[in-house]
């Protein structure tokens, strides 16, 4: 049976499919579009047609699959909506099976660090735009009553291929947000795609992992790196990127050992740092 993720043709879920093929796993896509159903066929992967509004599909691909990984986002108003009937449709789908369901979430959920280092037991003070997720990921945590082996993902902001917020700001198509003063931590995408393979196959029914790697970066510094001098003030920025603005201002430090003791998670790939000055987004 194939390993069913969603979100396959994304920035993340399109990694961990590479990744899972690589393994010699059968993976089916879900496909939102038929350019998106082409897109995975190329890279070896069965496409599902269906979208985030469509649970019963997913449901039912599901019932049939070893497992599902969720990695698919929206970013509209009907975000929390779609999400939480995506899983529940799921987890109701695997249940009584111990088959893994996992759940991308973000750091942006534990709020603002102020200036501590954050793992998996930090209190949550999600920002406004994330408010809702929380709870989603209390559904995917406490699955195990209904037999189902859930785990919950945070990823700090992710870099790499080309992707993620850097290349965003260097594309102008995102804002250096505020003064540059606040911290973000990061992963390189192959390096979480490789977390999603050990957690799929090691990872503890009702486990939460961080996927934070190397030193949080003042965003001024990576700016600066990057070539960008200007900043947008913050109450600029909300009026185009409304709660996003307030998300991207955090200050957030974290980091975690758990991944690594628990599933042998080692990353290895170079800092955005250090990706940044070797002009490796500008390629």
């Known amino acids: 049976?194939?390993?069913?993720?969603?979100?396959?043709?994304?920035?993340?879920?399109?990694?961990?499919?590479?990744?899972?093929?690589?393994?010699?796993?059968?993976?089916?896509?879900?496909?939102?579009?038929?350019?998106?159903?082409?897109?995975?066929?190329?890279?070896?992967?069965?496409?599902?047609?269906?979208?985030?509004?469509?649970?019963?599909?997913?449901?039912?691909?599901?019932?049939?699959?070893?497992?599902?990984?969720?990695?698919?986002?929206?970013?509209?108003?009907?975000?929390?909506?779609?999400?939480?009937?995506?899983?529940?449709?799921?987890?109701?789908?695997?249940?009584?099976?111990?088959?893994?369901?996992?759940?991308?979430?973000?750091?942006?959920?534990?709020?603002?660090?102020?200036?501590?280092?954050?793992?998996?037991?930090?209190?949550?003070?999600?920002?406004?735009?994330?408010?809702?997720?929380?709870?989603?990921?209390?559904?995917?945590?406490?699955?195990?009553?209904?037999?189902?082996?859930?785990?919950?993902?945070?990823?700090?902001?992710?870099?790499?291929?080309?992707?993620?917020?850097?290349a965003g700001w260097l594309s102008g198509k995102m804002p250096v947000v505020g003064d540059g003063s606040n911290h973000w931590s990061f992963v390189h995408v192959d390096d979480l795609a490789d977390l999603y393979v050990l957690a799929l196959e090691r990872a503890p029914a009702g486990s939460l992992y961080v996927a934070a790697d190397g030193p949080a970066f003042p965003v001024k510094q990576l700016a600066e790196a990057a070539g960008i001098k200007e900043l947008t003030p913050i109450e600029q920025a909300l009026q185009t990127l409304g709660p996003m603005a307030d998300a991207l201002i955090l200050d957030q430090r974290i980091g975690s050992t758990r991944a690594g003791r628990e599933l042998g998670w080692k990353p290895s790939r170079p800092t955005v740092l250090d990706l940044i000055r070797r002009g490796y987004f500008k390629e």
Do not use: N
Not at 10 to 35: D, H, M
Not at 95 to 119: C, E, H, N
Not at 125 to 138: D, G, H, I, S, T
């Open 1 to 166: 049976m194939a390993i069913l993720v969603t979100g396959a043709t994304g920035y993340i879920g399109a990694v961990v499919c590479e990744k899972l093929r690589a393994r010699g796993q059968e993976v089916l896509g879900l496909a939102r579009s038929p350019e998106a159903a082409a897109k995975l066929e190329a890279a070896g992967i069965k496409p599902l047609s269906g979208s985030l509004a469509e649970p019963e599909t997913v449901a039912a691909a599901a019932a049939q699959s070893s497992g599902v990984i969720h990695t698919a986002m929206s970013w509209g108003a009907d975000a929390p909506a779609l999400d939480r009937g995506l899983v529940q449709a799921a987890l109701g789908a695997l249940a009584g099976s111990g088959k893994p369901f996992l759940y991308t979430s973000g750091v942006w959920v534990m709020g603002d660090t102020k200036g501590r280092l954050a793992g998996e037991m930090f209190p949550l003070k999600p920002a406004a735009l994330v408010a809702w997720r929380p709870p989603v990921e209390r559904l995917v945590l406490d699955a195990t009553e209904q037999k189902v082996r859930g785990v919950v993902i945070r990823p700090a902001m992710v870099y790499g291929r080309k992707g993620g917020m850097i």
